[in-house]
């Protein structure tokens, strides 16, 4: 009997990672529908610029998790900041928002990541509905709807979305990558020495706080004054940014990214990301945010759970028509 019990739990697994694969390849091409297929790019956030640099933590983090790099010992760091187009042409300022997502280098040689938005909550709550989300999108695009039309649409269509939508609307061209709060929408669970877990948001603050140009300012800037911008500020000084674990309270929802938390939650600093040079854009780079390190675990999000079928599919047609 628990022999064939093992069975149907594997059968049972086997179906989940094929719906899951399955999911996937569905999600990927609503994107690529969007823009088209740009070969050798990403599927999201195509255009990027890539950073090395260290995390130096603050070591507060110890009493919420045993990982690594949130303990006391540096570990170096590469960070991609892009923007959120499928489109790697498109101009920095047509792409409202940005990402800055950021691989840890742990002393054993492993890695962990965290992907972090300029929106403080996703726009889908489920895998499912981001793909009915993009499909919509397509299809209105190719109408005569402009942008701010297209986000009315959208809203009209899909209650969850509006949070993330109206956040879109209200951000402002930034000044710079290294002036933008990031925000790693999805809830994780840290774990400590003796086993207690805590449900966490991360976020990333600038040192340099939060500059943006007006659209008359915008408007004067080349297409890629963003990395421009970047590359000319790393040969005088750093780029800065702390990293906070905002922690959930019980309410708070860990399965839904389209729901923000409150904002008087505590809020602990767990140190300081340097960026310090310009990185070529590795190949093989892949960062995708469920890839953990012990003292953390995924929360109940189904988005993010989904996120690691989802970032491999995009991997695969990327590093295959490399």
């Avoid at 600038?206 to 408007?219: F, I, K, W, Y």
């Amino acid at each position: 009997m628990n022999e064939g019990k093992n069975e149907a739990e594997q059968d049972g697994q086997l179906l989940a990672g094929d719906q899951a694969d399955g999911l996937a390849a569905e999600a990927v091409d609503a994107i690529e529908q969007l823009s088209g297929v740009h070969p050798g790019y990403r599927r999201a956030h195509a255009k990027g610029i890539c950073c090395r640099g260290f995390f130096r933590p603050s070591g507060l983090g110890m009493e919420l998790t045993e990982a690594e790099h949130l303990q006391e010992q540096q570990v170096n760091a590469i960070v991609r900041f892009s923007g959120s187009s499928t489109d790697p042409a498109l101009a920095d300022l047509l792409s409202p928002a940005k990402g800055m997502a950021v691989q840890f280098i742990l002393p054993d040689g492993e890695v962990t990541n965290l992907v972090g938005v300029t929106v403080p909550v996703f726009f889908a709550r489920t895998p499912e509905s981001f793909i009915d989300i993009v499909r919509t999108a397509h299809r209105l695009r190719t109408g005569s709807l402009g942008p701010l039309e297209l986000i009315k649409e959208i809203a009209s269509h899909f209650s969850e979305s509006k949070g993330a939508l109206r956040a879109v609307k209200r951000l402002k061209p930034p000044a710079s990558y290294a002036e933008c709060p990031y925000y790693c929408i999805h809830a994780y669970v840290l774990v400590n020495a003796e086993g207690r877990e805590q449900p966490v948001r991360f976020e990333w603050v600038p040192e340099a706080g939060v500059r943006t140009l007006s659209l008359e300012e915008a408007a004067q800037q080349p297409d890629h004054y963003l990395e421009e911008e970047l590359e000319l500020r790393l040969k005088d000084e750093p780029a800065i940014f702390q990293l906070v674990a905002v922690l959930g309270e019980e309410g708070d929802a860990t399965d839904d990214p389209t729901r923000a938390w409150p904002e008087d939650r505590r809020r602990v600093d767990l140190g300081r990301l340097h960026i310090s040079e310009i990185y070529p854009d590795p190949k093989y780079l892949l960062m995708d945010p469920t890839i953990l390190t012990t003292g953390m675990r995924l929360s109940d999000d189904p988005i993010l759970k989904f996120r690691s079928a989802a970032y491999a599919e995009s991997y695969q047609r990327r590093i295959g028509e490399g």
